[in-house]
């Protein structure tokens, strides 16, 4: 019981909830800079809001190389799979701020790497 109550504190957060729509929109890892870049937040506070999101197990981290990339947690059960539907299914016009920088800031990734800090206008 306890790990669906922290599941669902993780989720019940503003930043924390929009880092999960970018995850679920970008379809590929995203690095701390990225997120950063997006939701217009410091690393300090980016990094704090994905802890605790790894911590409850709904994301995950791979380190690559220098990069560490973070995506959505793959969850075979019911209600994992159920939460991540409730969190599809707020319209992205909600979102289309952090989304439309989403886009930019992935078209300027090389050999599907991210670059290091923005290289156009803020989003």
Same mark, same amino acid.
């Given at each position: #019981?306890?790990?669906?109550?922290?599941?669902? +504190?993780?989720? @019940?957060?503003?930043?924390?909830?929009?880092?999960?729509?970018?995850? =679920?929109?970008?379809? $590929? &890892?995203? %690095?701390?800079?990225?997120? #950063?870049? %997006?939701?217009?937040?410091?690393?300090?506070? /980016?990094?704090?809001?994905?802890? $605790?999101? +790894?911590?409850? @197990? /709904?994301?995950?981290?791979?380190?690559? @190389?220098?990069? $560490?990339?973070?995506?959505?947690?793959?969850?075979?059960? +019911? *209600? #994992?799979?159920?939460? *991540?539907?409730? /969190?599809?299914?707020? &319209?992205?016009?909600? *979102?289309?701020?952090?989304? +439309? %920088?989403?886009?930019?800031?992935?078209?300027?990734?090389?050999?599907?790497? &991210? $670059?290091? @800090? =923005?290289?156009?206008?803020?989003?």
């Amino acid at each position: #019981m306890e790990r669906y109550a922290e599941i669902i +504190k993780a989720l @019940g957060e503003r930043t924390r909830l929009r880092i999960i729509k970018l995850l =679920m929109e970008a379809n $590929v &890892p995203l %690095c701390v800079c990225e997120i #950063m870049d %997006c939701l217009q937040e410091t690393q300090t506070n /980016v990094s704090k809001h994905l802890k $605790v999101l +790894k911590y409850a @197990g /709904v994301i995950k981290e791979n380190k690559k @190389g220098r990069w $560490v990339m973070y995506s959505l947690s793959l969850h075979r059960e +019911k *209600f #994992m799979s159920l939460l *991540f539907k409730a /969190v599809e299914s707020i &319209p992205t016009a909600d *979102f289309r701020k952090e989304i +439309k %920088c989403l886009n930019q800031r992935l078209s300027l990734r090389k050999d599907g790497q &991210p $670059v290091i @800090g =923005m290289r156009r206008k803020k989003c």
